[in-house]
């Protein structure tokens, strides 16, 4: 088996691994730091109303640290991520969560719990660990998402279907027409989804997905409705009606839109859910693309030097 699909196929095994493992309690009204997926990760959690405070490492460190604060949570898949590492010296005690517990983040002097989300070894675009961070916040923000899992283990094969289907059309898509655009939106906790989604399908087709909020969407790049692709998560939740509306007249001004929604969990669990469709889609059109190589400009990891 092809060595992405293998990881990919690994994720209801390594969600069962979190799923048995205790979570400690997260703390509350503190920044949750991260890159990349480690950032979308908390975000989620941010738009289902859970008083946490998401944000960009980078950015957090260069222009938000002004003097040291007592408490936050740190986030790192690989736990050396140059920005990751920089935040720890801001704190006076920090969370770690990370998929490697004996690297850097989780072995400094002033780290107060470790949490291994424990996706076992991932060298390709983060999908366990993806679904493990989720998993771990889920648990330490007081959720039981057993059901949610069992759910997601029995609909794999489905999401893998779904995924393959939707792999065709966009490759169909972008091979019949001269697309200017392609955007990934959902809303609420989705949102984060999106970005996510956005982020895999881009490092793994080299093809330029932009993942935002619907309603971010609707305020402006809908001007470049006129052949561009759009993959509109549809979850039942506050903005649905809204998100319908909006395919229905991008589409009358020349948008190629495309939907994915999964039926059976609540919109907040959903996230567990629409993503595993979206790395699937990622494998089958980077497949379908012809791309060889998944980190061709850096690797894996960001290290800043």
């Not at 955007?183 to 984060?192: D, F, I, M």
């Not at 998100?243 to 669990?269: M, Y």
């Not at 979206?278 to 400009?297: P, Q, T, W």
């Amino acid at each position: 088996m092809n060595k992405i699909l293998a990881e990919i196929k690994e994720i209801p095994v390594r969600a069962l691994a979190i799923l048995e493992t205790p979570v400690p309690s997260l703390p509350l009204q503190v920044p949750y730091i991260g890159m990349g997926s480690s950032y979308f990760a908390p975000l989620a959690f941010k738009y289902m109303g859970v008083p946490i405070q998401p944000e960009i490492a980078s950015e957090y460190y260069q222009y938000l640290a002004k003097e040291k604060q007592a408490m936050a949570v740190i986030l790192s898949q690989s736990g050396k991520s140059s920005e990751a590492l920089w935040c720890t010296e801001l704190f006076d005690r920090y969370v770690a969560v990370t998929n490697y517990p004996e690297n850097a983040l989780a072995q400094q002097t002033n780290v107060s719990q470790v949490i291994d989300i424990k996706a076992g070894e991932e060298h390709y675009s983060s999908s366990k660990t993806y679904v493990n961070t989720l998993l771990a916040l889920f648990k330490g923000f007081g959720y039981d998402p057993s059901r949610t899992v069992e759910l997601l283990i029995e609909k794999i094969p489905e999401y893998e279907a779904k995924g393959k289907a939707l792999a065709r059309e966009v490759f169909d898509i972008l091979a019949a027409n001269t697309i200017h655009g392609i955007y990934v939106t959902g809303s609420g906790p989705n949102a984060a989804t999106a970005m996510e989604a956005g982020l895999i399908l881009s490092e793994s087709t080299k093809r330029s997905f932009q993942g935002l909020p619907m309603a971010q969407y609707d305020h402006g790049p809908k001007e470049t409705a006129e052949n561009s692709l759009v993959i509109q998560i549809m979850a039942k939740g506050k903005n649905y009606e809204r998100a319908l509306k909006l395919n229905e007249r991008i589409q009358q001004f020349g948008a190629s839109v495309l939907t994915v929604e999964v039926e059976e969990p609540e919109e907040h669990f959903s996230i567990l859910h629409h993503i595993v469709v979206f790395n699937f889609l990622a494998f089958y059109l980077s497949d379908l693309l012809g791309i060889k190589e998944m980190f061709a400009v850096g690797g894996k990891v960001t290290e800043v030097h």
